[in-house]
């Protein structure tokens, strides 16, 4: 027995990575709460994974959320959530602002020759009436 009713894992952003992080937690009743990116929708990435661990979950009485905020959540399902109370959008921006000089050196790669003030991937929600067409990423 630990003591305590819920985990936070804020160890990665795959569940290959700390997928066994979760079962072990959850086996040993633990709510778990995770910036881990893929739990806002593990289906999409890690679906076999993603059973596991809710089988798990159940069993134990307990339960995982993914409550991550990098860009799949705050640029994407955020701004999308958002415009639901709306009559009618137009469009939505949002940007990420970074300085990629002091994170890992895959983010350094993918924002090199970039402004230092420019936002990371972009993405334009383009609204037509209620109803959001595909995103528009623009680099």
Not at 2 to 26: D, K, M, P, R, Y
Not at 82 to 111: E, H, I, K, N, W
Request: aromatic content about 6%; some cysteine.
């Amino acid at each position: 027995e630990v003591g305590a009713e819920v985990a936070v894992v804020a160890t990665g952003s795959h569940l290959a990575q700390i997928g066994n992080q979760f079962e072990t937690l959850l086996a040993a009743g633990l709510n778990c709460l995770s910036t881990c990116e893929e739990l806002v929708f593990p289906w999409l990435k890690a679906a076999d994974a993603a059973d596991r661990l809710d089988a798990l979950a159940r069993e134990h009485g307990v339960s995982l959320l993914g409550v991550g905020v990098n860009p799949g959540f705050v640029l994407d399902l955020l701004p999308f959530m958002m415009t639901r109370v709306c009559q009618q959008v137009r469009g939505v921006y949002a940007g990420r602002f970074v300085d990629a000089s002091l994170r890992r050196p895959q983010l350094q790669s993918a924002t090199s020759g970039l402004p230092s003030r420019r936002p990371c991937l972009p993405i334009h929600w383009v609204g037509h009436g209620t109803t959001l067409r595909r995103p528009l990423i623009r680099s």
